[in-house]
Nanobody
Framework: QVQLLESGGGLVQAGGSLRLSCAAS????????VGWFRQAPGKEREFVAA????????NYAYSMEGRFTISRDNAKNTLYLQMNSLKPEDTAVYYC???????????????WGQGTQVTVSS
């Protein structure tokens, strides 16, 4: 089992930045492809970004590429999401996930964190 705990969310003005962290416990994150998803009120969960086991491959949702950067520190068992140039439409609960399929696709036994709220004001 892997437990995931997100942090770093909050309220920020449009154009600002936030850095989300996801600390893992229970097992090493280095075993898994990991990533971030988000869910806005009234909308379905959507993919944000994913990164492979040693960080050699990353992929992003189109609307976030160039603004968001995913990274991982396997020594600290932590995943990060640097978010720049934030827009009001980025407002959502952000979830980290471990044990993803190719391309960052969730699978039946994907682990999920509890989420952290990001609110971007205009």
């Amino acid at each position: 089992q892997v437990q995931l705990l997100e942090s770093g969310g909050g309220l920020v003005q449009a154009g600002g930045s936030l850095r989300l962290s996801c600390a893992a416990s229970g097992r090493s994150l280095s075993l898994y492809r990991v990533g971030w998803f988000r869910q806005a009120p009234g909308k379905e969960r959507e993919f944000v970004a994913a990164i492979t086991w040693i960080g050699e491959i990353t992929n992003y949702a189109y609307s976030m590429e160039g603004r968001f950067t995913i990274s991982r520190d396997n020594a600290k068992n932590t995943l990060y999401l640097q978010m720049n140039s934030l827009k009001p439409e980025d407002t959502a609960v952000y979830y980290c996930a471990a044990r993803l399929g190719p391309g960052g696709r969730p699978v039946d036994n994907t682990y999920w964190g509890q989420g952290t709220q990001v609110t971007v004001s205009s």
